[in-house]
């Protein structure tokens, strides 16, 4: 059915329930407040149509294209949307809340004031997207793009937000807490989940000494025949009831890669730096090894030489172990508990008493 069929059903005042408008080119409709609830129009061309207060709820859109579509105030509950198109779309104060809009490109779409609240926004494509206002509250945005995106003043309370591009983004304001709480914002999405947690969680000591006594960092690089051993050791600890998280040696030396090594080693137990490879960045370890007081575990596959400066790093300082060499795999996990846990403990276990000790003072009559 095209767009001429779709004028002469509304001119002729009847039902389009049940209608079956799947692929069809209505580009261009006037489909003002009209209720489409049980039309069928997944695949659909809808570009530059007009939708404003559209009853779309729980509609198949799959892979319907919106491009240049005036959607103001339309309802998209419960719709799928998933593989849409909806390019410079206006959906200003559109209700899209428990929307699946995973795949969707919302390119320069308006959104101002929409509302997206248990939204699925997985591999959505909001890039240059206006959002100012919108309600994001437990939406899911897993690698969502909002690169260039507008995103200011936005309820986000509840959102769970992965590997996001936020890159150009401008966020300011958005309101990490429910509507019948005291306001709080901030101007990050990825950090607003953690600040809540601080904020009102009263188990987060609890918690970060829970990770504190679990955490083991274990950082190498990743290629194939090192990401098994990797791989082998996070098992084995977890298995042992440790929390191992593993962090390539990529080859940034960016501040924020650094960063990012000296606060997990921070809040580790202990750390395993397997330095086999030659091309594993020493600068990382540099990093690390001499502010942070925790058990570092250096280990290297036999007949491997350790990068220039690990001897100028490790002599000396209390908190690094004698480099272990292994055979295999295989060797290094038989002799895990031994030749790893138990003196990373044994440090570990000084190194607290060392800090729990008193100050040692002087005074000028001692010299008197």
């Known amino acids: ?73 339309a309802f998209l509950c419960d719709a799928i949307l998933a593989g849409s198109k909806l390019q410079y779309a206006i959906l200003r104060k559109a209700k899209l809340n428990k929307a699946s809009l995973e795949g969707a490109d919302h390119v320069n779409a308006d959104l101002f004031e929409a509302d997206l609240s248990h939204a699925c926004l997985v591999d959505t494509d909001l890039s240059g997207a206006l959002l100012k206002g919108a309600n994001l509250s437990f939406s899911t945005l897993v690698r969502t793009k909002l690169k260039g995106a507008i995103i200011t003043g936005c309820r986000i309370y509840g959102i769970l937000a992965w590997d996001l591009d936020l890159d150009d983004a401008d966020q300011k304001d958005l309101i990490i807490t429910p509507e019948d709480q005291s ?10 989940q953690i600040l809540y947690l601080f904020l009102h969680d009263e188990n987060i000591p609890k918690l970060l000494d829970t990770i504190a006594g679990k955490a083991v960092l274990i950082l190498g690089r990743f290629t194939p025949d090192r990401k098994a051993i990797l791989d082998a050791l996070r098992k084995e600890l977890r298995d042992k009831g440790y929390l191992p998280i593993l962090f390539d040696f990529k080859k940034s030396t960016t501040r924020d890669f650094t960063e990012t090594i000296r606060i997990l080693a921070g809040m580790s137990l202990f750390v395993i730096a397997d330095i086999s490879n030659p091309r594993s960045s020493p600068l990382e370890l540099q990093a690390t090894v001499p502010e942070c007081k925790v058990p570092f575990v250096p280990i290297i596959q036999k007949n491997e030489e350790p990068f220039s ?21 295989d060797d290094l996990i038989r002799v895990l508990d031994k030749a790893i846990i138990e003196p990373a403990l044994k440090v570990y276990a000084e190194l607290l008493r060392e800090k729990a000790s008193e100050l040692k003072r002087r005074h000028t009559i001692d010299y008197m």
Do not use: P
């Not at 006037?30 to 039309?39: A, I, Q, S, T």
């Not at 306001?183 to 607003?192: F, H, I, K, M, Y």
């Open 309 to 329: 400066m690990f001897k100028d790093l490790s002599t000396g300082r209390k908190g690094v172990l004698d480099l272990l060499d292994y055979d295999s795999c």
């Open 183 to 192: 306001l709080v914002t901030v101007d990050n999405v990825e950090v607003a």
């Open 1 to 73: 059915m095209d767009l001429t069929s779709l004028s002469e059903l509304l001119l002729n005042g009847m039902s389009l329930s049940g209608v079956n408008f799947e692929h069809s080119n209505l580009g261009g409709a006037n489909l003002k407040g009209v209720d489409l609830r049980n039309v069928r129009l997944a695949g659909a061309g809808l570009s530059g149509s007009h939708l404003d207060n559209a009853n779309l709820s729980k509609v198949d859109l799959r892979t319907t294209i919106f491009n240049y579509a005036e959607l103001n105030e």
